[in-house]
């Protein structure tokens, strides 16, 4: 019985050093997946596979593949538009975290490639 408990805990260490290591390599992962889940569907970029729908077409959400869409847009903004909503976009329940991992993504590597 002590064996088995002595396996779990190697187990779930090295499960846990391999998160932190796929972490590490990419700190914009939980981000860029909480964008591509809840947000891609109407912000498209351009580089992207995707098309302009009817929404997107008739409300043009913020596109932010384009360096003007980044003028005078603060962490701020993003957070008050993804909390309250902006236009047709309505508010997004985010837990803190999420919402920091999605403005870091946008804002520090969406930006950069954007510029």
Known sequence: MPRFFA???????????????????????EGRHMFEVSCQTCH???????????????YR??????????KNLSDADIVR???EGHGAMRPIG?????????V???TKEVKKNAM
């Open 7 to 29: 396996l779990i805990i190697i187990m779930a260490t090295a499960a846990l050093l391999l998160a932190f290591q796929a972490g590490a390599a990419d700190p914009y992962a």
């Open 44 to 58: 498209l970029m351009k580089g992207q596979d995707g098309y302009a729908t009817g929404f997107y077409q008739q």
């Open 61 to 70: 959400p913020r596109d932010f593949s384009n360096p003007s869409s980044w």
């Open 81 to 83: 538009a993804i909390t």
């Open 94 to 102: 985010l837990t803190p975290e999420q919402m920091k991992a999605v």
């Open 104 to 106: 870091d993504y946008l």
